[in-house]
């Protein structure tokens, strides 16, 4: 699929709307920017009150342009915007870009003209970048209408919400003085064209390696991952997103009106796809950097190489903070290492060269080659004093330095593995790490970048051979019997009551308890006869009592027909007193459950991103530490799986305290039956499974609730579009 | 208390023995780094070969010196050390560094030659700085020991445990360009001078601000808390302890050979000291730098002015993640910005000037003046382009910035708040920011950076109030009938009792509910009568059984005289089949505890740290999500309090999921007694409580445990020295 943006973000011509030779004016700015730049394209200024606009011929209207410009950069204010646009149509124009505020982002009558706005942009068929935005550049087309200087052409796409925030990533890369852009755009406030549309133009851009995002908040979440999960295949996606608690989420919608939603939901959405997150703002462009220069990793197990030992320390510190593992170095590969190093240097990892390469520095690339080597190692990270042995030890290494720079890009290009490089001279960049930056290999002047950096090359290995491993996708046929039961809860204005929640989720495979409903009071010896002499509990069943605990609906630890009939009667008057015209279908008996570990499944359709599957362990971990998992629905098994490897509380599941480790299959296996239902029916709203019991064997979903969605057109929308 | 350190760490007179012209000798490193900063005091390089070594009259040993020197710089091997440090006395010499290796670090012969060489300098009255360090300098006396280029004096102490971490901060702070240093150490095997020393000295030293540790392990920590506790009151303290992970503990080990101990209680007992932590590598020059700078914030209020709404929310989401709060503004200090901001500009913090500074920075100064008068404000963070605003607009603003940085400047000297300033611009330099940072004032290029060091302001601020406040320290008188009873317990070999441990708590006024001690079968009807009607619980109390339940030592819910004495006997019969030569006391009896929520206080004593006090929530607080507090014993009202409100389990305890919140006033007195009684009793090895149940109105202990210091000894040595 070839994105429309092509058409107007790589443009020949370009008119420029309100151009102007009044240096205040926004319209100046961008014509000093394409002249300066030496934009080879036709550029028309277009203004009805001048001839020319510094040096080049002016039009009076875009109508009069003497013929169709690729795009209009449109510097004129808001209301004359619905008008231009059905003449930018006219000309033929393919896209526009609106610099205007006073829409959406201010008050309701904005809203109404941005309304208009985008009627005018369809009907006149130009896609429309903005209105609200902060600009666009194209550096590879000499495209540069922020007229932003000393900025260097590079491979790094961004897409900023942020035009301050693009200045600061600017400003970052004049000072590493390597890293430069293609694309920039402010998409302001995604009238027409949203974060996911620049997504996929940035992934067939053949000069963008790294799609880069500052998000403060989705337009159309769901799209994005859509789109994400293809473009992430092919090249890095990065995405820092803002809000990561209330009180940035607050000043995110007083600064873009953006609604932020869960940051931890996102996060997890975006990972789910193949999106690399960065947490920290001053982790932005290291990252990018990386992933566009280095190898993604296929595996988290790094080889540290150091020749001192509070670096090596550190670098321990931090990588096991990360998630990633000290790899356990071969015999094979520490015999290698012994030979070539001082008798005192550490081989386990860390390696420790303890003075080794003093006087030889060459030995760090030799090392690194023989690390590189061993199966054991997914990435090697260098740690210390590379490119300053010259000015420390003594000035005529500083050639052998050089050579050894050589070294490490030929093993780089020839390993398939990723060499990280942190110096304690990136700040003073000798020749030995400028060779090294100049070849494509970052060198780190921070250990906590640096391993960020490699956390990002395992999270994008991972989701690369994620994504490789075809699965048939298990899609579900729709049971129409449980299409009628959706329609005649519907057609009584109810959910799904808790017996009709089980029977939807046993009909599609997941194994429910048995329970009986029963609806007066002379069944109990059928109760008995069935479930014999277990501890039975019983629930009381009415579409009208939602928390049956506190109406007084649930009596535990049961036997016996007599107590049965007995705490039937208990719950009627309680469930009477709580809401006297609460309409009683009947109760449900089942057995007491086992003693087991206590999860919580819940899924909801959150606006931005749709249909999203929630998993945590009850009680504390839920409500008290918030440690919970999030994916979008549908859900691969792999997904499924590090759904319940990535909470803190997995510990328990594993089998802390000396108890047997939870059935980790059946977990992932109702995870994705769940999806599948879920997938299957968009009836469903909301659904909980809260508590399900799970057991070294098994698991016991003890309720369910289903919300469903009172309007029957939403179910055709269907949350995978 | 002055230093001795101060005789030879700032010295008039060196010997350097060991001086060599061979560049490859650290002898000649030391000789040049003297002779090339302008050494003002006298240099006796001591070689017995050689007249002169690079132009300076040599002399053949020590001892044949024309007068004493103040410091000798012992460059020669490991086993010349001991003879060289008789010499070093006769000479009258007061410290030495010894930069040889191969002592304890190495292996048994290398610490036997340790003690030999400890041995001789205490002989000789010779401090001695290492062995094995990577040596010294104080830039203020132009002693460059490790002959490093390009190292500003300056005002940042340092000792690290490790050269190349030195060697790293030197870089970056040649880079940054404004940070220098007044005194390195690098301690070596710390085996006369450790840690605390240093800190006495960097403490005293007039030309050190701010006291700067990279530590791997420390030797003596009770002896650091006692002296950083005094130091941290008169300037700031910053330590970066490495070994935050079991991987980086053991890289640590196998690089000084020391035992990093749990990594979070060292944090915790370090910031209870008033040591500003600092957990990430490239956190501790610039947390440093604004330590040394800036004011300490008085609370954790901050003021955001921004000029770009992108970096205004990244500061609200790290200012919220670091537990710093956006100040609530007053209805004064937003009228008075209105009047001087555009209508559009956000007044609630963070403040976005949305434009009104574009052409006028001035104002910026304005405003911050305006948030630094509120008293809801403890610091003001200035956000986004200042310095570049003559880059970015328009030339001509430059001087307004210049004039805008002055005012800055004087603002911040006048009020009493810090006044933190993070640009886009800081990599680039430009003059106004120049001119803040040479005025004293930081300037931060990453967001991330900024807020640490605004954390470390408000924990430095709170640390300082609270050593203020003077505290008559609850000081126990020792009973002697307790001190008889863990006489009598060591005389027979055991531990206390738990009888006899809650009996040692009760007395020193800890609330523990009644209980009976029951020795043969008959007494049941007392107990009875006694307790009344309240279910019980009987547990057996014998010095052989340390796991009870385990032992079937335990029943619960029990009533009457015949249900307790059947529950006697089967916990005889249990016992017995536990462990057949068990010696059983007799049963403990007590009514069963309310339900409440369960809390863990424990004690034990650190090899490193002395008495330490472990404060947590029970089960999967402790045992899963290691979610507890540690303080250094004896503790004050204000630490035991500090306990409480650092465990994130804390919402339970106010009172999460609708219950009752517990009362906090009882558990913080709870820890108090605690504290006093392990201070009063150097008897007690390792001190249990668990679990003690909370309750909203009191707490109760249920199982006490007391360890006892079975050498006698010992028990002169108490936690506090």
Same mark, same amino acid.
């Given at each position: 699929?070839?994105?429309?943006?092509?058409?107007?973000?790589?443009?020949?011509?370009?008119?420029?709307?309100?151009?102007?030779?009044?240096?205040?004016?926004?319209?100046?700015?961008?014509?000093?920017?394409?002249?300066?730049?030496?934009?080879?394209?036709?550029?028309?200024?277009?203004?009805?009150?001048?001839?020319?606009?510094?040096?080049?011929?002016?039009?009076?209207?875009?109508?009069?342009?003497?013929?169709?410009?690729?795009?209009?950069?449109?510097?004129?204010?808001?209301?004359?915007?619905?008008?231009?646009?059905?003449?930018?149509?006219?000309?033929?124009?393919?896209?526009?870009?609106?610099?205007?505020?006073?829409?959406?982002?201010?008050?309701?009558?904005?809203?109404?003209?941005?309304?208009?706005?985008?009627?005018?942009?369809?009907?006149?068929?130009?896609?429309?970048?903005?209105?609200?935005?902060?600009?666009?550049?194209?550096?590879?087309?000499?495209?540069?209408?922020?007229?932003?200087?000393?900025?260097?052409?590079?491979?790094?796409?961004?897409?900023?919400?942020?035009?301050?925030?693009?200045?600061?990533?600017?400003?970052?890369?004049?000072?590493?003085?390597?890293?430069?852009?293609?694309?920039?755009?402010?998409?302001?406030?995604?009238?027409?064209?949203?974060?996911?549309?620049?997504?996929?133009?940035?992934?067939?851009?053949?000069?963008?390696?790294?799609?880069?995002?500052?998000?403060?908040?989705?337009?159309?979440?769901?799209?994005?991952?859509?789109?994400?999960?293809?473009?992430?295949?092919?090249?890095?996606?990065?995405?820092?997103?803002?809000?990561?608690?209330?009180?940035?989420?607050?000043?995110?919608?007083?600064?873009?009106?953006?609604?932020?939603?869960?940051?931890?939901?996102?996060?997890?959405?975006?990972?789910?796809?193949?999106?690399?997150?960065?947490?920290?703002?001053?982790?932005?462009?290291?990252?990018?950097?990386?992933?566009?220069?280095?190898?993604?990793?296929?595996?988290?197990?790094?080889?540290?190489?150091?020749?001192?030992?509070?670096?090596?320390?550190?670098?321990?510190?931090?990588?096991?903070?990360?998630?990633?593992?000290?790899?356990?170095?071969?015999?094979?590969?520490?015999?290698?290492?012994?030979?070539?190093?001082?008798?005192?240097?550490?081989?386990?990892?860390?390696?420790?060269?303890?003075?080794?390469?003093?006087?030889?520095?060459?030995?760090?690339?030799?090392?690194?080659?023989?690390?590189?080597?061993?199966?054991?190692?997914?990435?090697?990270?260098?740690?210390?004093?590379?490119?300053? /042995? #010259? !000015?420390?030890?003594?000035? =005529? *290494?500083?050639?052998?330095? $050089?050579?050894?720079?050589? %070294?490490? &890009? @030929?093993?780089?290009?020839?390993?398939?593995?990723?060499?990280?490089?942190?110096?304690?001279?990136?700040?003073?960049?000798?020749?030995?790490?400028?060779?090294?930056?100049?070849?494509?290999?970052?060198?780190?002047?921070?250990?906590?970048?640096?391993?960020?950096?490699?956390?990002?090359?395992?999270?994008?290995?991972?989701?690369?051979?994620?994504?490789?491993?075809?699965?048939?996708?298990?899609?579900?046929?729709?049971?129409?019997?449980?299409?009628?039961?959706?329609?005649?809860?519907?057609?009584?204005?109810?959910?799904?009551?808790?017996?009709?929640?089980?029977?939807?989720?046993?009909? /599609? #495979? !997941?194994?429910?308890?048995? =329970? *009986?409903?029963?609806?007066? $009071?002379?069944?109990?010896? %059928?109760? &008995? @006869?069935?479930?014999?002499?277990?501890?039975?509990?019983?629930?009381?069943?009415?579409?009208?009592?939602?928390?049956?605990?506190?109406?007084?609906?649930?009596?535990?630890?049961?036997?016996?027909?007599?107590?049965?009939?007995?705490?039937?009667?208990?719950?009627?008057?309680?469930?009477?007193?709580?809401?006297?015209?609460?309409?009683?279908?009947?109760?449900?008996?089942?057995?007491?459950?086992?003693?087991?570990?206590?999860?919580?499944?819940?899924?909801?359709?959150?606006?931005?991103?749709?249909?999203?599957?929630?998993?945590?362990?009850?009680?504390?971990?839920?409500?008290?530490?918030?440690?919970?998992?999030?994916?979008?629905?549908? *859900?691969?098994?792999?997904?499924?799986?590090?759904?319940?490897?990535?909470?803190?509380?997995?510990?328990?599941?594993?089998?802390?305290?000396?108890?047997?480790?939870?059935?980790?299959?059946?977990?992932?296996?109702?995870?994705?039956?769940?999806?599948?239902?879920?997938?299957?029916?968009?009836?469903?709203?909301?659904?909980?499974?809260?508590?399900?019991?799970?057991?070294?064997?098994?698991?016991?979903?003890?309720?369910?609730?289903?919300?469903?969605?009172?309007?029957?057109?939403?179910?055709?929308?269907?949350?995978?579009?």
């Amino acid at each position: 699929m070839r994105s429309s943006l092509h058409d107007f973000l790589a443009p020949d011509s370009i008119a420029v709307i309100g151009a102007s030779a009044d240096p205040t004016k926004r319209g100046y700015k961008a014509m000093t920017g394409l002249l300066n730049d030496g934009y080879e394209g036709i550029i028309y200024p277009v203004n009805p009150k001048a001839d020319e606009i510094l040096g080049v011929k002016a039009f009076a209207s875009v109508t009069s342009l003497p013929a169709a410009a690729d795009l209009a950069l449109i510097c004129t204010p808001a209301k004359t915007i619905p008008g231009l646009l059905a003449q930018c149509g006219e000309n033929g124009i393919k896209g526009a870009i609106i610099l205007a505020s006073g829409f959406g982002e201010v008050d309701a009558a904005g809203a109404a003209l941005e309304a208009e706005v985008l009627a005018a942009a369809k009907a006149a068929k130009v896609r429309i970048v903005g209105p609200n935005t902060s600009g666009v550049f194209n550096l590879h087309k000499q495209v540069n209408l922020l007229a932003l200087d000393n900025i260097r052409p590079g491979d790094i796409g961004i897409i900023s919400q942020s035009g301050n925030m693009l200045l600061a990533l600017a400003l970052e890369a004049e000072s590493n003085g390597h890293i430069g852009f293609s694309t920039y755009v402010g998409p302001g406030n995604q009238t027409d064209v949203d974060f996911s549309d620049y997504l996929q133009y940035l992934g067939e851009d053949v000069n963008t390696r790294v799609a880069t995002f500052y998000v403060e908040g989705f337009k159309d979440g769901r799209a994005f991952l859509n789109t994400a999960r293809e473009i992430a295949r092919e090249k890095p996606v990065v995405v820092y997103k803002s809000g990561s608690t209330i009180e940035g989420q607050k000043a995110a919608s007083s600064h873009t009106g953006a609604l932020a939603g869960s940051y931890a939901m996102t996060v997890d959405l975006l990972k789910q796809v193949g999106v690399n997150v960065v947490e920290k703002s001053d982790e932005i462009l290291p990252v990018a950097e990386g992933l566009g220069l280095l190898q993604q990793a296929a595996g988290k197990r790094v080889a540290v190489l150091a020749d001192g030992g509070g670096q090596a320390t550190i670098a321990s510190d931090r990588i096991s903070e990360a998630g990633l593992q000290l790899a356990e170095l071969s015999e094979v590969t520490r015999n290698k290492l012994r030979e070539i190093l001082f008798p005192q240097a550490s081989l386990l990892n860390p390696i420790d060269v303890a003075g080794s390469t003093d006087a030889n520095p060459g030995l760090l690339s030799d090392c690194m080659e023989i690390l590189a080597a061993d199966d054991n190692v997914d990435m090697v990270f260098l740690v210390g004093m590379f490119g300053g /042995y #010259g !000015i420390r030890f003594a000035e =005529e *290494l500083q050639a052998e330095e $050089s050579a050894t720079a050589d %070294a490490m &890009v @030929a093993l780089s290009k020839r390993c398939g593995k990723p060499l990280v490089v942190y110096s304690l001279y990136a700040y003073i960049q000798p020749e030995p790490l400028e060779k090294l930056r100049n070849s494509g290999l970052p060198v780190y002047g921070s250990i906590e970048h640096a391993v960020e950096i490699m956390k990002a090359l395992g999270e994008r290995g991972d989701y690369i051979s994620r994504s490789q491993r075809i699965e048939a996708q298990q899609r579900l046929t729709t049971d129409a019997a449980m299409t009628d039961m959706f329609a005649s809860a519907r057609s009584k204005g109810r959910d799904l009551l808790e017996v009709e929640a089980k029977q939807l989720l046993r009909n /599609y #495979g !997941i194994d429910v308890p048995k =329970e *009986l409903l029963i609806r007066n $009071s002379e069944n109990f010896s %059928a109760v &008995v @006869a069935e479930f014999g002499d277990m501890p039975l509990a019983m629930k009381v069943v009415s579409k009208d009592i939602l928390h049956k605990s506190d109406a007084g609906g649930v009596k535990l630890n049961l036997s016996g027909a007599e107590e049965l009939g007995y705490a039937r009667e208990q719950i009627l008057k309680s469930c009477a007193t709580y809401d006297t015209s609460a309409d009683i279908e009947g109760m449900l008996v089942t057995p007491m459950a086992r003693k087991g570990t206590e999860i919580i499944i819940g899924v909801s359709r959150d606006p931005m991103f749709g249909p999203v599957l929630m998993f945590g362990l009850g009680g504390i971990f839920v409500e008290i530490l918030e440690d919970v998992a999030f994916r979008a629905i549908p *859900l691969s098994r792999d997904e499924a799986t590090s759904m319940v490897d990535q909470i803190k509380a997995r510990k328990i599941l594993e089998g802390a305290r000396g108890e047997a480790p939870v059935d980790k299959a059946a977990l992932i296996d109702l995870l994705l039956k769940v999806s599948s239902i879920v997938d299957a029916h968009p009836e469903i709203d909301e659904l909980d499974l809260n508590p399900v019991i799970a057991y070294d064997d098994d698991y016991a979903v003890v309720d369910a609730r289903v919300i469903i969605n009172r309007n029957a057109a939403a179910d055709s929308a269907s949350g995978e579009t």
